[in-house]
Nanobody, 124 residues
């Protein structure tokens, strides 16, 4: 079983950038596909980006397409989310998630393990 701890959240102005990091422990990190999700108050948890076990096939999702980059370092057991050109509507709790299987996924229900989340607030 893998434990996930997010860090890097905070307050950022619109147009700014933020880098979130997720540290994994307790499992074989390179055996998991990873994802970053976000959940705003009153909204469903939605995918920001996902990446395969070996760092292949990184993918982002609407509405952050083109503004985020997901990356992972299997030697350090970390997965990062770089967010640029941030907007007030990006304000949410951001979660790191892990799933087994062959491929990454942008569907929250397909993930097995979740971190506690980190708050990101974008001011206008």
């Amino acid at each position: 079983q893998v434990q996930l701890v997010e860090s890097g959240g905070g307050l950022v102005q619109a147009g700014g950038s933020l880098r979130l990091s997720c540290a994994a422990s307790g499992g074989t990190f390179n055996g998991y596909n990873m994802g970053w999700f976000r959940q705003a108050p009153g909204k469903e948890r939605a995918c920001g980006a996902a990446i395969g076990r070996r760092g292949r096939s990184p993918q982002d999702a609407d509405p952050v397409t083109g503004r985020v980059t997901i990356s992972r370092d299997n030697a350090k057991n970390t997965v990062d989310l770089q967010m640029n050109s941030m907007k007030p509507e990006d304000t949410a709790v951001y979660y790191c998630a892990a799933r087994g299987g062959m491929w990454g996924s942008r569907t929250a229900g397909e993930y097995d393990y979740w971190g506690q989340g980190t708050q990101v607030t974008v001011s206008s």
